[in-house]
């Protein structure tokens, strides 16, 4: 199945609009389908591995998008022990305006409205994260973001995304046909894994992007991620691999 990409054709997510019913109903879709169908359980996962309790870490989240992954980060630190300052970065105003009220209970994000892409700051991390936003770029891009994440950070980069397959893109049609109905949700999530990364691709992405010792796994209902760590040069077994048929849901 080849990668379905076309740049003057954005997701209607990306598209200039304002806060709607139907964008906030939509956020919450990928909030729900994040939590149920693998993400937050993956980056809980390396944060099990990488922080350590009554230490402090600063975390830069690019692409946040509804601000869920950096608000998973927080509730696993403050039960953990740990504390996060955590920079959530997105492009779009009316996402990060949503993604603001949904996070008032949580002081340790801070959102900046910015191209990731281009993003700079005189910050240090420890961590850069980057989740189910590669595939909203053109090759070129996902390259040069990889980059962004690597040069951000002086420890460690986790960057997770879907796996393009043909199970994937059964998986995501049956549980938007049958659940996530939203016209939106419909329309982004089937386009999502049309434009996502081949395993090899992904791969590809990243040794063009400069990594070296870099980590690459695939995980429950179609995930993939590529990781870097400082400390081990990226080689550590966090969870199994799972196989490619698993259907991927998001």
Not at 60 to 84: E, H, N, Q
Not at 158 to 166: I, Q, W
Request: charged share 25%; hydrophobic share 45%.
């Amino acid at each position: 199945m080849k990668r379905a990409f076309d740049p003057l054709e954005p997701e209607l997510m990306d598209r200039p609009q304002p806060v709607t019913p139907e964008l906030k109903e939509c956020l919450r879709n990928i909030v729900s389908l994040n939590r149920y169908f693998g993400s937050h359980r993956l980056v809980r996962k390396f944060l099990q591995q990488w922080l350590a309790p009554e230490r402090t870490y600063r975390v830069l989240d690019l692409c946040t998008g509804a601000g869920d992954i950096p608000r998973v980060m927080v509730d696993w630190a403050r039960a953990a022990g740990v504390k996060l300052q955590i920079d959530a970065v997105d492009f779009h105003e009316s996402t990060l305006e949503v993604a603001k009220r949904d996070s008032a209970a949580y002081p340790e994000i801070q959102f900046i409205r910015g191209d990731v892409l281009k993003f700079e700051t005189k910050e240090t991390y420890d961590l850069v994260t980057c989740s189910l936003a590669l595939h909203h770029f053109a090759d070129e891009d996902a390259v040069q973001l990889l980059r962004r994440c690597r040069d951000l950070s002086h420890r460690f980069v986790l960057v997770s995304d879907l796996e393009r397959t043909l199970s994937a893109a059964i998986g995501v049609w049956l549980v938007t046909d049958l659940i996530y109905t939203l016209p939106m949700t419909q329309a982004d999530a089937n386009a999502s894994v049309q434009r996502a990364f081949t395993f090899a691709e992904m791969r590809g992405l990243a040794e063009a992007a400069g990594w070296e010792n870099f980590g690459h796994m695939r995980f429950l209902f179609c995930r993939q991620a590529v990781w870097l760590d400082e400390r081990t040069a990226g080689d550590i077994p966090v969870v199994a691999a799972v196989p490619e048929v698993l259907p991927c849901p998001t």
